[in-house]
């Protein structure tokens, strides 16, 4: 189906697209800021409206892309999980936004209002996508459904530990500790965006 590969495409362009703004961000920011222990918002508040910000919108357009493409890849049978699924992936496109354009507070100042939105924006998205995931990972081929779980189990493990890390652990690592978290979880959504392309093979195009 063209239109599913077409979306595919569409979805792998944005999150190259996003991968590259947030390097640029992380280069362009104030050398003071330790990536291994501030977060990627504590980043993109010291250039609000910046590169950061606009890579977050750019992976939540991305995402989006690919909503159409997986209702049109659904199989009757698979209608109660498909629907879990893409409302768990609109819950990641929403939190994206909504912290991109609500910001959290500068590092080492207490939290306002904004900074818990931004919060629990965060946190929203960084749960809906892995149990997208693991719901979607069914319906994919053997490897990349496989590949979708493990990345799943992933995401989970890094989010507790991401958890752990802002509360008990003091900040321990807490930037590197999300910044894998993000890495995980945006190769998740490449897996999905490639099993798509995937779909359209030659036989059936013709």
Request: charged fraction near 15%; aromatic fraction near 4%; glycine fraction near 8%.
């Amino acid at each position: 189906m063209p239109g599913t590969r077409n979306s595919g495409l569409l979805a792998l362009g944005g999150i190259a697209l996003a991968a590259l703004l947030a390097v640029i961000g992380h280069v362009e920011v104030n050398e003071d800021l330790d990536p291994w222990a501030l977060t990627v918002s504590d980043f993109a508040v010291s250039d609000r409206g910046g590169v950061i910000d606009a890579a977050m919108v750019v992976l939540a357009a991305a995402t989006a892309v690919l909503l159409p493409a997986l209702w049109r890849a659904h199989r009757p049978s698979d209608a109660g999980p498909k629907r879990a699924a893409e409302a768990l992936l609109a819950a990641w496109v929403g939190g994206l936004l909504l912290a991109a354009v609500v910001p959290t507070n500068q590092p080492g100042l207490p939290m306002d209002a904004a900074a818990y939105v931004h919060r629990y924006a965060s946190v929203v998205a960084f749960l809906a996508l892995p149990v997208a995931g693991w719901l979607l990972a069914r319906r994919l081929p053997g490897a990349a459904g496989r590949r979708v779980r493990g990345l799943a189990t992933a995401s989970v493990a890094l989010a507790a530990a991401m958890v752990w890390s802002a509360y008990p652990g003091d900040r321990l690592l807490l930037g590197l500790v999300e910044r894998l978290l993000i890495l995980t979880e945006v190769a998740m959504l490449v897996v999905v965006a490639v099993a798509l392309l995937r779909r359209v093979t030659p036989a059936r195009a013709a």
